[in-house]
């Protein structure tokens, strides 16, 4: 490809290449291929404000994977105006401070004139870098160059002595920013990785600030938007098919311990994780391992690409839908994982590790147990790289198959312990590319795409109170991480990167010059980002209250950890967005890892007495929108006794496409021609949207429904038109909670239409503030479109007051049926209240007068059309509409099921979660009555009602276990956890036997 070719992949439309000049950098060794440079006057002009503003680039030539000139590098960023200048010399003369030494003989020795060339930005520009002096053959070319500067410089009105921010401004130079945000690029579009942070939150969230009347910055918001589906249209047109690899991750503190025990477990995944709440005896030693080198396991198994798709079953069916299946890339063995990424903590204790490196003795002995405990599959297997710092290891073994598919190895460490830097804590990371295999004549690929995947292993601080720091810890990690912007070396021997020397097969990375070098890529720079680490983050629960309901051996495994890990530092953490913020975790269901103890001082679950147990080894992930990762398992394996942590292990499947990069960018460049009209603020697209119906009218809306409306939006006109919701006040939302708009944010091509769905879910949570508020309800959506008019939208509807979602003390304050309330506020005074809720007691009462049919009532599933009539009818006040002595066994079933719903959408429990522990030391009936005297009066009128009528039909039923059944039904409903409270919760089966004092 021509240079101006290359740089016209950098340059976004509607932005203009006046010259190109090829030039090469004056420093110590100019025959350095790294010198080189591309100079290209770039213009801009806003036909709407009739201006135009040039800048000067300065570019490197990037080698790819294949080794030639592909692609450039963004360098440096000068805006031409004020003070700035190119100062043409010829080379040895003149001020510029050159020597003719400096300058090599191949160079004075080529035919023409050799002419120097230094660039002065302007005296308000923002850059803290050293000024660069070049020199080039190219004597008209430069110039052009220099001719096209000046002309540019005099049409600027930007002040010579304006210091300009090219970050941040919003008014000159504001059409370069897209280029210092890696956003707007060909290369930028479909080479350069995204940084999963920024890609992964809602499009709308990553535009700018903007309300009614205050449109922000529309044209960075409209690139933002047209790169965001650029990017996703360009490849979801050149994809033609789909692989999936299978991943196998693993996380072990080993405590400073040598291997001693089969690790088959944790490596194969082949034994349940489950732990049981006795204590386990120790597996048995390691038997003597085999004689096996990671280096040398034996010949490359038979390669499986031939066989990619399945055939079809029968002649009529249709192609593979190459956007819809993956297909595992190794056929041969697919229930095996094909990459293997194993993390280790607390590799080596010792003193002397912390200060000087201590070799490969044991990660080799690691490597070696991992080896074994594949088993017989150790053959197909071989290691691929490793990083080492101190006591954390990341070691990756892959299929020999597949090995050839991995390059573009990369790894990184950095300190986090001891000042800050020491080895003791931190993290090691790799990142490597992964190239699915592909052969089909019919669709050929000359240069395939690559997947990037990135793995974190990492150790922080230790100790219940330094959550702080673990916080802190992880931002640091996440900044430091980062890997050499380089094009390593190809090689077929593993990569081993450890602190310490090692004599086996190494693969040098060369150190790339200062001057010039790429920016460094982030572990978030990537497809997809896996963490595996001892996070050390704790469970906020009081130690005593933690043992005792991991040995209640009352409480099933599922819901007892379910509720533990409310208390987690770590979800905490995630949820205060203060660490880990993004990033997913599979449910845990495995008992905490931490701390075991080999010795006498343990619980009878074998935690050490002395550290509060705690699930701190954990693997997260997170991974770009165009790379689906899914999650097969999430589990701990304490068969394995050696350390005071038990290993964890989770298994992924990774989704990638299968396109061409030649045809990626060919589909992202006439993407961005056929949308550069974006850019431009003619007439034509100032009216291009039309909107079917401004006036939307939900009628009557109520709880437990859905209702849904959609509107029309077309483009008129003759350009591209993006749009964006956006709120009336720059601090109020886009829309109420009680309504849903999809999509916020589009573009549209012209004469395009999209449909906008509003949609309106009345759940518990909505209800409950619906019920305090008028029962008008109104909002005004805006539609704004980039740089044109906005549209407004005018949604209403009316509320149904309802019941259900509300708190105790209020249903008792209740003039009659809440329907007939015309506003919120129309209640009893607190004097005048009622004992009880009319709407429960109504219910009890008509159950208690329709007894005849109690089997299946609370226990079996109701028919919603019966509970919708009887809620309604709570609502309204009108009588229920069934006979008196109703043959249908249903009924019942459905009044049991709607007092069930009614309860579960209370704002608060009969009894409050601060209660719960003291039911635990409850021992007979007459204590459990004594607990109502705390509850409020409602609360207890409420109890003792439901409670006498379940007493009632339990006696009257002829099953022994009636009461039991219904009690684990009802008492997680009456007795229900607050998940904002900080009270730790009791046993299901505790709850059940406190009700079963007042039923049985």
Known sequence: MSTLSLFQDIIRSPDEVKVVLDAALVTENLEDTQNRRVLAVVSHKDDWDLTEEGCLFICKYKVGASGGVDELDMQRVFPIYGQFSVVMRQMGRGPVNLRSDMVPKSVLQQP???????????????????????????????????????????????????????????THFSWLKPYFEKNATIAALTSVPQDLRLINQPLLDRLSPSCAGLPGDDH????????????????????????KLKLRLGTFNVNGKMPSQDLSAWVQGNVNGLRSTKLEKETPELPPMMNISPLSLGEVISNPFNRIFPKK?????????????????????????????????????????????????????????????????????????????????LVIFVKKSLQSCFSNIRTCYAGAGILGVMGNKGGTAVRLTFTPPYDDS??????????????????????????????????????????????PLRSSSPVSDTDAGDDRTVVEIPQTPAIGAPLPLSIYETDSLFWMLDLNYRVDVPDTSLRKMLRDEEWPNDTKIEALTRFDQLRKSIRDKKAFHGFKEMPIKHLPTYRFSPGLAMDAMGYDLKRKPAWTDRVL????????????????????????HRPVSADFEVDMDIYDTAALNANARKLLNDMHELELENTSGREGLKIQDTYVDFEKISYGTSAERKLSVRNTSKSPCAFRFVPVQIDSPIHPEWLSVHPLTGILLPDEVITITLSVQIDKDIAAILNTRPKDLS????????????????????????????????????????????????????????????????????????????????????NDSQVHIIRECLDTGEAFPFKEQTPDPQIPIAFAATLIAFLNSLTESIIPATLHQRCLDMTNR???????????????????????????????????????????????????????????????????????????
């Open 779 to 862: 909002a005004t959506l805006i539609l704004h479109t980039m740089m044109a008019k906005d549209h407004f939208i005018s949604v209403s509807g009316e509320y149904q007051y309802t019941c259900f979602a509300n708190k105790l003390a209020r249903l008792t304050r209740l003039r009659g049926a809440i329907r007939a309330m015309q506003s919120p506020d129309d209640l009893l005074p607190e004097t005048n209240a009622i004992n009880a809720p009319r709407e429960i007691m109504r219910l009890v009462n008509w159950m208690m007068a329709h007894n005849e049919h109690v089997d299946g009532m609370f226990l079996s599933p109701a």
């Open 313 to 393: 079953s029968s002649p009529h069916q249709t192609e593979w839908d190459v956007n819809q299946y993956a297909i595992r890339v190794d056929l041969d063995n697919p229930e095996d994982p094909d990459l293997l990424v194993l993390g280790f903590q607390e590799l080596d204790l010792s003193t002397e590790a912390l200060l000087y490196s201590t070799g490969t003795a044991r990660e080799d002995a690691w490597c070696l147990a991992v080896l074994a405990a594949l088993g017989e599959k150790a053959v197909n297997y071989e290691k691929l790289v490793s990083k080492q710092l101190v006591g954390m290891l």
């Open 112 to 170: 023409g004139a050799v002419i120097a060339l230094s660039i002065t930005p302007a005296e308000g520009f923002q850059d803290d870098s050293p000024l660069l002096t070049f020199f080039t053959h190219d004597v008209k070319g430069l110039g052009t160059l220099v001719s096209e500067c000046r002309r540019l410089k005099e049409a600027s009105d930007v002040d010579a002595n304006a210091a300009i921010d090219l970050a941040s401004s919003k």
């Open 442 to 487: 019919k669709s050929p690929i000359t240069s395939p795409g690559s997947t990037s995947l990135t793995f974190v292993n990492a150790h922080l601080a230790a100790f219940d109170e330094m959550v702080d720091k673990r916080n802190s810890d992880f931002l640091d990690l996440s900044k430091r991480l980062s890997f050499d912007g380089f094009e």
């Open 926 to 1000: 007459d204590e459990a009555f004594e607990l109502l005297d705390e509850l409020s009066p409602a609360a207890v009128n409420v109890w003792i009602s439901i409670t006498a009528f379940l007493h009632f039909i339990c006696q009257r039923s002829k099953e022994k276990d009636l009461a039991e059944r219904i009690a684990t039904v009802l008492a997680p409903v009456l007795l229900r956890d607050d998940s904002n409270s900080f009270v730790p919760p009791i046993s299901p089966l505790r709850k059940k036997k406190f009700l079963l004092y007042f039923i049985s």
């Open 220 to 243: 960075a918001d409209a690139q933002i938007i047209k790169d965001d589906w650029i990017r996703r249209k360009a490849r979801t047109m050149c994809r033609v098919g789909k692989r």
């Open 621 to 644: 992930y997170m991974h770009d929108p165009l790379c689906r990762v899914e999650q097969l398992s999430y589990t701990s394996h304490p068969q394995i006794t050696m350390s005071d």
